[in-house]
């Protein structure tokens, strides 16, 4: 039996810090979360950071979601046997060794060039289900390899191609994906100040749509644009940064379905650059609505959650909808400048849902305590989302999994320091407001 087993999760990882001390080694990553961030932000590019860190307008939802744990308090309970503690739950059918996930993220390469890769050997090594961005920086294909059996989940953007979703949707599913995350906040971008102060969309650059440029059907939907000869929209002036960012598509399209031969090849050819375009036209669908969602039923028959619910009548919608699951998330308030807190929209949607789906919650999350509090709430389970990416940028693979163990275990020592020895223990009485 190991130390996790026989003293708990928390135990055993201040054993591994503390113990490696004694030989002068200190960990990879920052554990307190602004010693994190400012850690990252060292590492990364300034563009890459005001992408990774900002949000939408004077960044008043990232506060908010903030502000929202600070308005409770985990009320302990003292003199009970917390010797033995189990943090698994039931989720969509299987029993998972913790209540975390890791939310997707977008454009992993920006942080740390084994991107997704990395992530998904650090949350396979801690049986911590991750679910892969549509945005991703290598092909789901690449990450699954790498997690062999561990799960995973496929976050899907509802693009404007109902064959490219479903050429999606079945990749995922053929891989061993057990379930399918539609974003729905996303049908047009956000007002992102940080990113409009330096003009940088990844994705213009080549970045971040791997999933695109490694599919058949998006492939096949770039050949037909340069063949009707539109594959580069405006020609912008030449500079520096134009010709780094010519170099990072081509690197793309050389590892694609697009370009046989290697990087020279992808440099004379019209495809790399005619994939950024195709994928800005076909990205999102504003016109999406709830009567479009029966085609994921055609196409798949995996558990499907929905993602960026925080509206009470939304949830009773998804109820009808036969939906399996709800994340209530306002993207890290990456969308809408001002928008209600994910903390404080949880408690109308469980009402809503009565129990009879999961219901997850992501945004805001800093830590195992603030995942308690979250649990206390009644969500099923909680997302990791920013530390994570600012864990890939400072250490890679390790980085990632310092970060989620780091969650694990002060949610594991919370749970202990408030009396509480399973999630199921976790209520509503654990908490009280604050003063």
């Not at 209540?99 to 992530?119: K, Q």
């Not at 960026?308 to 308030?333: C, E, Q, Y």
Request: hydrophobic share 45%.
């Amino acid at each position: 039996m190991s130390e996790a087993d026989e003293r708990g999760f928390g135990r055993a990882a201040q054993s591994e810090v503390y113990r490696a001390g004694l030989s002068g080694v200190h960990p990879k990553v920052p554990v307190d979360g602004g010693a994190l961030e400012r850690a990252a932000k060292k590492t990364l590019s300034p563009a890459a950071f005001a992408y990774l860190a900002g949000g939408a307008g004077a960044e008043a939802t990232m506060a908010a979601n903030r502000a929202a744990f600070d308005r409770w308090r985990v009320w302990p309970r003292v003199l009970r046997d917390v010797s033995k503690r189990d943090l698994s739950i039931d989720l969509l059918g299987r029993r998972r060794a913790t209540p975390f996930v890791l939310s997707p993220i977008g454009v992993a390469e920006m942080a740390h060039p084994e991107a997704d890769v990395a992530v998904g050997r650090a949350a396979a090594t801690l049986g911590v289900p991750y679910v892969l961005s549509n945005q991703a920086s290598r092909p789901m294909e690449e990450v699954a390899a790498q997690m062999r059996d561990a799960s995973f989940w496929f976050q899907l953007y509802w693009s404007r191609s109902d064959e490219l979703n479903a050429s999606f949707v079945r990749r995922a599913e053929a891989l061993g994906c057990e379930a399918i995350v539609v974003t729905l906040d996303t049908s047009l971008l956000g007002w992102r100040t940080r990113d409009l102060d330096v003009a940088y969309l990844p994705f213009t650059r080549g970045l971040g749509i791997a999933q695109y440029t490694s599919d058949p059907v998006f492939a096949e939907l770039v050949r037909d644009r340069v063949a009707a000869g539109g594959e580069a929209g405006p020609r912008p002036r030449v500079t520096p940064t134009l010709l780094a960012s010519a170099l990072s598509i081509a690197r793309s399209g050389s590892r694609t379905q697009l370009v046989d031969g290697g990087v020279a090849d992808a440099l004379r050819s019209p495809l790399p650059r005619a994939a950024v375009e195709t994928f800005l036209d076909v990205f999102s669908d504003p016109s999406l609505t709830w009567d479009d969602l029966a085609s994921l039923r055609e196409w798949t028959s995996l558990p499907i959650l929905l993602k960026g619910v925080v509206h009470p009548a939304d949830a009773a919608r998804a109820l009808d909808s036969g939906i399996d699951g709800i994340v209530v998330s306002n993207h890290g308030g990456r969308q809408i400048d001002g928008a209600v807190a994910t903390l404080d929209a949880l408690p109308g949607v469980l009402e809503r849902v009565g129990g009879r789906i999961p219901v997850l919650l992501d945004s805001g999350v800093r830590g195992g305590a603030d995942a308690f509090k979250a649990l206390a709430l009644g969500a099923t389970a909680v997302g990791i989302g920013r530390p994570y990416a600012y864990g890939l940028a400072v250490a890679g693979a390790e980085g990632v999994r310092e970060v989620v163990r780091n969650h694990i275990a002060e949610l594991d020592l919370t749970m202990a320091l408030a009396g509480r020895t399973s999630i199921d223990a976790i209520g509503r009485d654990a908490l009280t407001a604050a003063p």
